[in-house]
């Protein structure tokens, strides 16, 4: 039987149920919270205030989060262990990575393949420290990461984006654990992923996860990223901005379901119980991005518009399912 590593530890991939494949629990600039924590208030709030949001959504019927938080968005598993144990009717399943648009954080600048410029030729330290959380796990936890995790944004394949994706396609290869790409399906950085981690990097596209397809319109566009093999992150419900109206991000699941593609489709939210990285009043505005939107009113939508309980099925439970399933190294 197939097994994934989540917070709690392995568990049959038979038992995944339904998934969210993007979600946070917290998304922090520990830096920054460190030396202002006023805003972050008394731990133990905070984590009590996390619990009672993954046991609505485990109420709700969800069975497991995927979370990317990596390197970049305060990845802090000792905090994440203390919630799953008080949450066990939800499997927490955790990342390996580096978050950046641009740049790498100041930890790498001057180590790995930075050091070419004096001459020096070294390996890239990320591949071995992402491949250690995948197989020996995340900073003496004991906990593993099962997936990968990197991102490409407008600023598109910047030389620090590009050694992120080309360490995380190399502890890919060497550990099987798929990868989600944060990407900008306006700026068709999917196109640019595939140069670099698949076409260079020799990565099949079926096991990446294209993270934030779902900000697009574009149903042509994601079309030929799914013909390429991509799982496209159908994964910011909630988040209303600009062009990215509720109706909108329903339409073009709706749209993509019609022509054929709910075998290539995951949901989700890209939620947090807390984000440091928006003004809290902000955030109290953003009052439909929570972990309850899907199954409060976005399947309700898709199901009036012809989406049927098979493909909710496929995207909800049997993709996810096939993500984790498919991890042998090559
Ligand atoms: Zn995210």
Same mark, same amino acid.
């Given at each position: 039987?197939?097994?994934?590593?989540?917070?709690?530890?392995? !568990?049959?991939?038979?038992?995944?149920?339904?998934?969210?494949?993007?979600?946070?629990? @917290?998304?922090?600039? %520990?830096? +920054?919270?460190?030396?202002? %924590?006023?805003?972050? *208030?008394?731990?133990?709030?905070?984590?009590?205030?996390?619990?009672?949001?993954?046991?609505?959504?485990?109420?709700?019927?969800?069975?497991?989060?995927?979370? %990317?938080?990596?390197?970049?968005? =305060?990845?802090?598993?000792?905090?994440?262990?203390?919630?799953?144990?008080?949450?066990? &009717?939800?499997?927490?399943?955790?990342?390996? =990575?580096?978050?950046?648009?641009?740049? !790498?954080?100041?930890? @790498?600048?001057?180590?790995?393949?930075?050091?070419? $410029?004096?001459?020096?030729?070294?390996?890239?330290?990320?591949?071995?420290?992402?491949?250690?959380?995948?197989?020996?796990?995340?900073? *003496?936890? *004991?906990?593993?990461?099962?997936?990968?995790?990197?991102?490409?944004?407008?600023?598109?394949? #910047?030389?620090?984006?590009?050694?992120?994706?080309?360490?995380?396609?190399?502890?890919?290869?060497?550990?099987?654990?798929?990868? #989600?790409?944060?990407?900008?399906?306006?700026?068709? #950085?999917?196109?640019?992923?595939?140069?670099?981690?698949?076409?260079?990097?020799?990565?099949?596209?079926?096991?990446?996860?294209?993270?934030?397809?779902?900000?697009?319109?574009?149903?042509?566009?994601?079309?030929?990223?799914?013909?390429?093999?991509?799982?496209?992150?159908?994964?910011?419900? *909630?988040?209303? $901005?600009?062009? $990215?109206?509720?109706?909108?991000?329903?339409?073009? !699941?709706? &749209?993509?379901?019609?022509?054929?593609?709910?075998?290539?489709?995951?949901?989700?939210?890209?939620?947090?119980?807390?984000?440091?990285?928006?003004?809290?009043? +902000?955030?109290?505005?953003?009052?439909?991005?929570?972990?309850?939107?899907?199954?409060?009113?976005?399947?309700?939508?898709?199901? &009036?518009?012809?989406?049927?309980?098979?493909?909710?099925?496929?995207?909800?439970?049997?993709?996810?399912?096939?993500?984790? &399933?498919?991890?042998?190294?090559?």
């Amino acid at each position: 039987m197939p097994q994934v590593e989540t917070v709690r530890g392995p !568990v049959d991939t038979t038992e995944l149920g339904r998934t969210y494949m993007h979600e946070h629990i @917290f998304v922090l600039t %520990p830096d +920054v919270q460190i030396n202002y %924590p006023d805003e972050w *208030g008394r731990e133990e709030d905070r984590v009590a205030d996390a619990v009672a949001k993954l046991k609505a959504a485990a109420a709700q019927g969800t069975r497991t989060f995927v979370d %990317p938080t990596v390197v970049g968005l =305060g990845r802090y598993i000792p905090r994440i262990v203390t919630i799953a144990e008080q949450v066990p &009717e939800l499997n927490i399943i955790v990342a390996t =990575g580096c978050y950046t648009y641009d740049s !790498v954080p100041f930890f @790498f600048h001057f180590r790995g393949p930075a050091l070419a $410029a004096v001459g020096v030729e070294v390996a890239d330290p990320m591949v071995d420290m992402f491949a250690r959380d995948i197989t020996e796990g995340i900073a *003496g936890t *004991g906990v593993k990461a099962a997936f990968l995790k990197c991102a490409i944004d407008e600023h598109g394949m #910047t030389g620090d984006v590009a050694r992120v994706m080309r360490a995380v396609a190399r502890a890919h290869r060497r550990t099987g654990a798929p990868i #989600t790409v944060h990407t900008h399906p306006g700026h068709h #950085t999917g196109l640019e992923v595939e140069r670099l981690l698949c076409r260079e990097e020799g990565v099949d596209p079926g096991r990446v996860v294209l993270g934030h397809s779902g900000d697009s319109t574009d149903a042509d566009h994601l079309s030929a990223l799914a013909d390429l093999g991509f799982v496209l992150g159908m994964d910011r419900f *909630g988040i209303h $901005a600009g062009d $990215a109206t509720f109706d909108k991000r329903c339409d073009i !699941v709706v &749209e993509m379901c019609r022509r054929g593609y709910a075998d290539r489709m995951v949901l989700s939210h890209d939620a947090a119980c807390y984000i440091d990285w928006i003004d809290p009043n +902000v955030i109290s505005m953003m009052d439909q991005w929570h972990y309850l939107h899907i199954g409060d009113d976005v399947l309700p939508y898709l199901r &009036e518009h012809g989406v049927d309980e098979d493909q909710i099925d496929t995207m909800l439970v049997a993709n996810p399912r096939r993500y984790f &399933e498919n991890i042998a190294p090559y």
